[in-house]
């Protein structure tokens, strides 16, 4: 049985090319879209001081 592919050959090479700063923000924009479907979102602000 053949895996799903997740992301595409393009999205990919891009990630390999970023650092960590920019893949840390890729993350959480992908993150935030798949929530954003369910109609849920994250409120990074809320997360972070409730994380200090």
Known sequence: M?????IDSDT?????KM???ELTMFILQYGD???GE???TVDL???????S
């Open 2 to 6: 053949g895996q799903k592919e997740i």
């Open 12 to 16: 990919y090479r891009k990630i390999k």
């Open 19 to 21: 650092n960590r700063d």
């Open 33 to 35: 879209d798949l929530l």
């Open 38 to 40: 369910q109609g849920k």
């Open 45 to 51: 602000s809320a997360l972070e001081a409730e994380l």
